[in-house]
């Protein structure tokens, strides 16, 4: 179904996620906790991301992916000293703490805890995040690269990264200390974002999410995360395909953002005259018009390509969230 068309909160907090800063409480996205001495060389066998050149202190986004590379979850995940905190979708919690578990063998030292439920985490997103992260005791945090992090007196972890391509950060605290934190940031000026804005600015920038541009139909490199992508880390679940798609420049499809002149729906065919070339993804109606990611056959052109979308015609645009350039 297509998201209705946010109202006018909606568009106030978005265009203070935009051009000052607010707030998203994503306490509803999973959080596992990967324990135990083989915790890096796991997840480094287990996803796209170099996890073993990872300190305490530092993160980074990585992606979940079948053994044909096909996409499950883009995860955050913070190395601590004593384990790697992953904030994976609400849609994929359950799924990849099953999943992750499978591979776990005997002898491995890894453990698995689901900490969601004793958790609360938010995204502060603008360019207003820094002074709200400075209130809060976390400045030492501002500047540094993504998915660093720190952790402040009262046990929260304070992450660089908004979620998003907008800059800001991501707050994982204790669950007991959700609603005096959230009105720190509150009374800091950050405006709430509801989830139907933020699922209309991850549209717009182009993060890709579950069941929609995440599915067994995309690998990471059509999706266009290359920044979760090591090529030099070895052997890991779904590494021969990726590897193989990169060195011959195999990537056939690419996703994007698409204006559109009409209102639409998920699942709609992308055409150019009476070829097919792609389907729609995702959709949102905004206060400039309607605005949708869909995946496009690279040959058939990139951004200022002229499409039909449904009953919609649509230009293509480059999001902010991914890329389409090999490395």
Not at 196 to 211: E, S, V, Y
Not at 292 to 307: D, E, F, M, N, Q
Request: hydrophobic share 35%; with cysteine; glycine share 10%.
């Amino acid at each position: 179904m297509p998201t209705s068309a946010i109202d006018g909160k909606d568009t106030a907090a978005i265009q203070a996620a935009t051009a000052e800063v607010a707030v998203y409480d994503r306490s509803n996205w999973g959080l596992i906790r990967v324990s135990d001495d083989d915790r890096l060389r796991f997840l480094h066998n287990q996803s796209t991301n170099d996890f073993q050149s990872l300190k305490p202190g530092q993160g980074c986004d990585t992606v979940m992916v079948t053994s044909t590379a096909r996409t499950i979850d883009l995860v955050s995940s913070y190395v601590l000293d004593d384990a790697v905190i992953l904030l994976v979708s609400p849609s994929r919690r359950e799924f990849l703490l099953q999943w992750l578990d499978r591979y776990i063998f005997f002898a491995d030292k890894v453990q698995l805890t689901d900490i969601t439920e004793e958790t609360a985490t938010f995204s502060i997103i603008g360019p207003g995040s820094d002074a709200v992260v400075a209130k809060l005791g976390a400045g030492g945090i501002i500047g540094q690269p993504q998915g660093n992090h720190i952790t402040i007196d009262d046990g929260a972890i304070v992450a660089v990264g908004s979620g998003l391509a907008s800059p800001g950060y991501t707050l994982i605290l204790p669950v007991s200390q959700k609603q005096q934190v959230w009105q720190q940031i509150i009374d800091s000026g950050a405006v709430e974002l509801s989830d139907r804005a933020w699922d209309t600015l991850r549209i717009l920038q182009g993060r890709p999410a579950p069941d929609s541009e995440l599915t067994d139909d995309y690998n990471p490199l059509e999706v266009g995360l290359w920044q979760t992508i090591s090529f030099n880390k070895g052997c890991y679940i779904g590494q021969e395909t990726i590897a193989r798609l990169n060195t011959y420049k195999g990537v056939k499809q690419h996703l994007w953002g698409i204006r559109l002149n009409a209102p639409t729906e998920i699942g709609d065919t992308i055409t150019i005259g009476d070829e097919k070339v792609g389907k729609l993804t995702s959709y949102t109606e905004t206060p400039d018009g309607y605005f949708g990611l869909g995946y496009i056959r690279s040959k058939a052109g990139g951004a200022g390509l002229k499409v039909q979308v449904g009953n919609s015609e649509g230009e293509v645009i480059a999001i902010p969230f991914v890329s389409h350039e090999y490395p």
